[in-house]
């Protein structure tokens, strides 16, 4: 009988990445090799909340546990990963570019991580957001993380630690950068001016996290790092409208990659509307 990973879901925060997480690996809700756990803090990453978080899930004994979210180098989360890393549960820590500052810490802890590059921070100066500024930033981020090929290439590499742990093994955790040519690889564009705007795409959400630290962090002036952020969401509305715009292209000639799970976690595949797809 083929073993049910139990898989737990660590939420600290919000990122682009976050929000779908749990159903990238359960698109349709029919998996039968899988069970899913969710635990979060919600916005913040108060100490308090991350510790609670992390504790909650080590209880639940999940196979494999998954800590997602922002500002990893800062107190909550880094007290969380301290928690998962003495449960001895293999952990992935998914993340922005500040955790580039201590993946080797990470290692050291015995932990997997993603580091999603065109994952970029928010333009969260009170002057600039309001819930549905934020909401359709984030709209428009996950379309280009979707549309680009990182949400793809997330749940790929989750779904094979899932594999390996279905085996009896025990999972591999990654170390892995998923920039540009990452992403795009794992979307399996087949027009190349698709790819071309894919990869456009991908290249301005990335730079969007430079703008809007400007304006959270070093601007003080209020006027000056409203009009930043305001140019940082622009931009990502830009960056939504080519990934849009890349994938049109491939349904344009009907040639759109599908990954759909089967009910035991196989992955199928098709590129026509009307086709069924296929096992490997």
């Known amino acids: 009988m083929t073993k049910t990973v139990k898989v737990g879901i660590v939420k600290a925060g919000c990122l682009g990445s976050l929000p779908l997480l749990e159903f990238l690996l ?3 809700a029919e998996r039968e090799d899988i069970e899913v756990t969710v635990v979060g803090t919600g916005a913040k ?3 308090s909340q991350c510790i609670d978080a992390a504790k909650c899930m080590v209880e639940k004994k999940p196979d494999l546990i998954i800590l997602i979210g922002p500002a990893q180098p800062t107190p909550g989360p880094t007290e969380a990963r301290k928690i998962l890393a003495e449960s001895g549960i293999p952990t992935i820590v998914i993340s922005d570019s500040p955790m580039r500052k201590i993946t080797a810490d990470i290692e050291e802890a015995g932990m997997g991580w993603i580091l999603v590059n065109a994952d970029s921070m928010i333009g969260a100066r009170r002057e ?3 819930p549905i500024e ?3 930033f984030n709209t428009d981020l996950i379309r280009v993380l979707a549309c680009t090929g990182v949400l793809n290439k997330i749940r790929k590499t989750i779904d ?3 594999e390996e742990i279905k085996r009896g093994e025990k999972p591999n955790l990654p170390r892995l950068t998923i920039n540009k040519e990452t992403a795009i690889a794992t979307a399996g564009f087949s027009n190349p001016y698709a790819l071309a705007k894919a990869r456009a795409a991908h290249e301005i959400s990335r730079r969007v996290a430079g703008l809007n630290i400007e304006a959270c962090f070093k601007l003080a002036e209020w006027e000056s790092y409203t009009s930043i952020a305001a140019s940082g969401h622009e931009m990502m509305r830009y960056a939504a409208k080519l990934a849009d715009e890349a994938r049109e292209l491939e349904k ?3 040639s759109l990659l599908r990954e759909p799970h089967f009910d035991d976690g196989t992955i199928g595949t098709k590129r026509r ?3 069924k797809p296929k096992k490997p």
Do not use: G, Q, S, Y
Request: glycine residues 0%; proline residues 0%; without cysteine.
């Open 26 to 28: 359960d698109e349709r």
């Open 45 to 47: 990453v108060i100490k």
């Open 128 to 130: 600039f957001l309001d």
């Open 134 to 136: 934020m909401a359709l």
């Open 160 to 162: 094979t630690m899932i």
């Open 252 to 254: 344009a000639t009907d």
């Open 273 to 275: 509307l009307i086709e």
